[in-house]
C-alpha cells in the first residue's frame, strides 16, 4: 500500500516538473518572438518630420508610405522617374506622357481642382501631395491623412524645385538617385545659361488659350526662362502672377523679342486646338523672332500641368535650349 502511494506522489512529481518546463519553454519562445519583431516594429514606426507653408507644425510621414496618393502631377513625374509606385490620383488631365496612370488600377480621386473626398476618404491613404490648385482645400485633406504641400515658390523656382526632389528622395529612400540627377539638371543648366548670357538674345515667354495671350517675366510661373536659363527678358516689367499678364499682339511687335516661347494650355488640357494659328499673324510675323525662325512652341504638358518634376525639368530645359 505504501509502495502504492510512493509511486502516486512520484507520478505527481513528474506532472508538475513537466508542466514547468513547459511553461518555461513557452516563456523563452514568447521572448524569442518579441525580440525579433521590435526591430520591425521600430523600422515600420519611422517616420519623417516635414515642415511647409501650410501646416503649422511638421507633419509627420511615416518612411516608404504604402498608400500614396497624388494631387500635384510635377510630383507624379519625379516619383514616376523614381519608381515609386502611388494609390491614387485625379485622373481628368493626367499630361500623355505619364498616361499608363489613367487606368483602373490607380483610384480615380476626381479632378486636380474638384477632388473626389469621398473616395480618398475610403482608400485610407498613407500620405497625400498637394499644391498650389488644392491649398485652399488643406484643412479638409489633413483630416483625412498627412497631407504635404509641394508647390513650386516661382521667385525661388529652381530651390523649390530641388527641394522637393530632394524631399521625395527622403520619404522614399531614393536620396542617392535624386542626387546624381539634381547634378546633371545643374551641370545642363549652367551650359545654357552661358550661351543664353553670352547671346544676348531678348526673350518673350507667352501663354496662349482660346485665341488670348498673356506674358510671364521674371520671378513669374515661367520665370525660369530668364531667372534660370539666363534668357533676357524682352521686358523687365511684366505684372508678377499666376495667370500672367494679358497682352494684345500689338504689345508682341512693341517688346519685337529675338525668341517668343510659347505654351500652348489649350494642347496641354485638351482642348485640340493649336495656338500657333493665333499666335503667327500679320503683327507677330513682324518681330525678329519671327523673321528667324524662333519662336519656340513649348509643351504645355511638362510646362503648365506637370511643372516641377525630375522628368518634366530636363525636357523643359531641352526646350528653351532649342530658342538659342
Known amino acids: 500500500m505504501k509502495k502504492i502511494s510512493m509511486m502516486l506522489v512520484m507520478a505527481a512529481l513528474l506532472i508538475v516538473l513537466a508542466a514547468c518546463g513547459a511553461k518555461d519553454s513557452d516563456k523563452t519562445k514568447d521572448e524569442s518572438s518579441n525580440s525579433s519583431s521590435t526591430p520591425e516594429s521600430s523600422e515600420s514606426a519611422e517616420t519623417i518630420s516635414v515642415k511647409h507653408e501650410l501646416s503649422d507644425k511638421p507633419v509627420e510621414v511615416a518612411k516608404n508610405p504604402e498608400k500614396v496618393v ?35 488600377k490607380y483610384v480615380n480621386l476626381g479632378s486636380l481642382k474638384e477632388p473626389d473626398f469621398e473616395a480618398l476618404h475610403a482608400m485610407k491613404p498613407d500620405v497625400i501631395f498637394i499644391s498650389g490648385r488644392q491649398s485652399d482645400l488643406y484643412e479638409e485633406f489633413a483630416k483625412i491623412a498627412p497631407t504635404i504641400y509641394v508647390g513650386l515658390d ?83 516689367k511684366i505684372e508678377v502672377s499666376t495667370h500672367g499678364q494679358n497682352i494684345s499682339f500689338e504689345y508682341i511687335l512693341e517688346k519685337n523679342p529675338d525668341v517668343l516661347f510659347v505654351i500652348d494650355r489649350d494642347a496641354a488640357i485638351g482642348n485640340g486646338a493649336s495656338a500657333q494659328g493665333a499666335i503667327e499673324n500679320d503683327l507677330v510675323k513682324k518681330t525678329e523672332a519671327f523673321k528667324n525662325n524662333k519662336i519656340v512652341y513649348l509643351n504645355g504638358e511638362y510646362w503648365y500641368l506637370s511643372g516641377g518634376g525630375l522628368l518634366s525639368m530636363k525636357e523643359m530645359i531641352k526646350e528653351v535650349e532649342a530658342g538659342l
Open 70 to 104: 497624388v494631387f500635384d502631377f510635377g510630383t507624379l513625374d519625379t516619383l514616376d522617374d523614381l519608381g515609386v509606385e502611388i494609390a491614387g490620383l485625379p485622373r481628368n488631365t493626367v499630361p500623355g506622357y505619364l498616361s499608363k496612370y489613367d487606368d483602373d
Open 154 to 236: 516661382t521667385a525661388h523656382y529652381i530651390d523649390s524645385f530641388k527641394h522637393n526632389a530632394e524631399l521625395m528622395g527622403e520619404i522614399f529612400g531614393k536620396e542617392d538617385k535624386v542626387k546624381a540627377e539634381l547634378e546633371d539638371i545643374d551641370a545642363k543648366i549652367a551650359e545654357i545659361k552661358e550661351k543664353a548670357v553670352e547671346s544676348k538674345s531678348k526673350a518673350l515667354v507667352v501663354l496662349a488659350t482660346e485665341g488670348k495671350v498673356s506674358a510671364y517675366g521674371p520671378n513669374s510661373r515661367f520665370g525660369l526662362v530668364h531667372d534660370v536659363l539666363g534668357f533676357t527678358p524682352a521686358d523687365e
